[in-house]
């Protein structure tokens, strides 16, 4: 199949780490399931996977160049209706088996995974399901060769901390997007730190936990003012942020 696609959609389905781990979670459910919602659509890839386990796919996507694509990809599948729409804004009038809901970014900070869940979630069967299923996130200190807060492809840093897992969300239950936090992070080494790493597991299914690849979720990088720092001592970190407000929510504090 020959799919037209946008630059960006187009760099989302060439990583296939994060295809494989979507195609893996949607493969086991079986042709028996009724209706799934895929929100945030994009060029339609999860809705084609889904097209064959599912009576009809309901694909939304706000993006009006992503939904002509979709629309163009999918045209021959019957099964599949594809609309341009913003999830917030949608009134969900079917209750579905399943959400798919691919807006996933580090910690859930630049996207709208959080306000579109929590707007979708109530057009789930009460047996129903969400893919992703849930995520958790992980903190370390590093030392960082830039100023601003940035993803870490091609950017060097150091690591000088343990990592630690702060944060846990079940997409299933209602979430409050306004994150706060204090972390007490063990130092490995002596020299400095200058930044903390973010990195997001992404939990899409009861045996498939997809760590982050180029296109999801890749580790984020928060600078803050230089600190010396001893092998074992505990620096105590304040983050804070909103989820789906962008990386200028983001607050960090070295106590
Ligand atoms: C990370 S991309 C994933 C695209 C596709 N699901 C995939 O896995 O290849 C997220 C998509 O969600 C769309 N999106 C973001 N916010 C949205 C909203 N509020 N309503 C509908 N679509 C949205 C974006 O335009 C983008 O195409």
């Not at 702060?166 to 299933?172: A, L, N, P």
């Amino acid at each position: 199949m020959k799919f037209k696609i946008t630059p960006y959609h187009f760099d989302l389905i060439k990583d296939s780490q994060r295809l494989s781990a979507f195609y893996q979670a949607i493969s086991e459910y079986d042709g028996t399931n009724d209706l799934a919602y895929d929100l945030g659509c994009g060029s339609g890839i999860l809705s084609y996977f889904l097209s064959s386990n599912f009576n009809e796919i309901i694909s939304l996507e706000i993006d009006s160049s992503a939904y002509k694509c979709a629309k163009e990809n999918l045209a021959d599948f019957e099964n599949v209706k594809v609309i341009n729409a913003d999830v917030l804004e949608y009134e969900f009038d079917r209750k579905a088996d399943l959400i798919v809901c691919e807006m996933m970014d580090t910690a859930l900070i630049d996207e709208e995974q959080i306000p579109v869940l929590n707007h979708a979630r109530k057009c789930l069967k009460p047996e129903g399901k969400i893919i992703p299923q849930a995520i958790f996130n992980s903190a370390e200190l590093v030392n960082l060769e830039r100023e601003y807060i940035h993803w870490d492809e091609n950017a060097r840093y150091e690591v000088f901390s343990d990592a630690l897992i702060y944060s846990e969300f079940d997409f299933m239950e209602d979430i409050d997007p306004n994150f706060e936090t204090t972390l007490s992070l063990k130092v490995k080494r002596d020299g400095t730190v200058n930044g903390l790493k973010i990195t997001t597991f992404t939990k899409l299914a009861d045996d498939i936990v997809c760590g982050p690849t180029p296109m999801l979720n890749p580790p984020l990088l928060i600078p803050f003012e230089e600190k010396s720092v001893k092998s074992n001592e505990y620096i105590t970190v304040k983050l804070k942020y909103i989820m789906g407000n962008g990386i200028e929510s983001i607050e960090l504090n070295v106590i």
